[in-house]
């Protein structure tokens, strides 16, 4: 499955991201939650991968799950921190085995741990690691874009600058960072045109799940709460899971109408292992008949 080949059709892609099951239990969760996703119709799924290869293995597992027992269109993440090209190879001859045709490079960030060092003849950027697949894989490659600028960079446009070099050395589409204000999307993209970047550029998608992972992953990843959102969120009472939960699927709900009538190629769901509101938003969005 080439995702490439999802964008060139009629109509919004719809896709899902996945982090891999860290062990039993979680693989029996994780496969109640795909039965649950399986009736929204989504075109594709992904899998993550750790840097440093840390979830090599479940990487590996997932993809064979999802491939193999699920019959599933799957894409693998590969993040180049920590790896040689040795590592590379081994990891990228694993999912050629499976089938797999496409692949979403990342550099991916240094584990907190400190477990993990850079490989001497490691790849220091996505694009690096993205030429070195173009050269010796017939793989289709993704890569990630940042509407409000990656977290690490010195600006936007220095930023900008580093995705039209991953789309140069072979990228064929971009899957964004997620944000919670679709004028973030569009400036971008209107700023990658302009920059010759060419290629479908696919809005990344984050409900909110709670209150305290959207505060972590705000400052993680650099995305603005806008007010908003953030007053919603506030007006909410403190242990009201299922509230907080119903605001976030509003609120995508309507950020993904505004992208959808727009006309963006497609929706790439950051489903962090849970079901409910990724379900939920696809399903009003189809009852819409945006979808």
Known sequence: MRVIDFYKKDGPVVSLEFFPPRDEEAMAKFNGIIDNLSGTGADYVTVTFGAGGSTRDGSLQAATHLTGDRKLPTVSYIAGFGLGPDDVTKVLDGFKGLGIQTVFVIRGDKPKDGDVTAHPDGFAHASDLIGFIKANYDFTVGCAGYPEG?????????????????????????????????????????????????VPIIPGIMPVYTKKLTGILSKVCGSTIPEALQSRLDAVEDGDKEGVLNVGIDYATQQCRGLLKKGVPGLHFYTMNRSKSTSEIIGRLKEEKLL
């Open 150 to 198: 990656h977290v690490e960079a010195e600006s936007l446009e220095k930023d900008l600058e580093y995705l039209k070099l991953k789309v140069d050395n072979g990228a064929e589409y971009v899957v964004t960072q997620y944000f919670y204000d679709n004028d973030y999307y569009f400036d971008f993209v209107d700023k990658c045109r302009t920059k010759g970047i060419k």
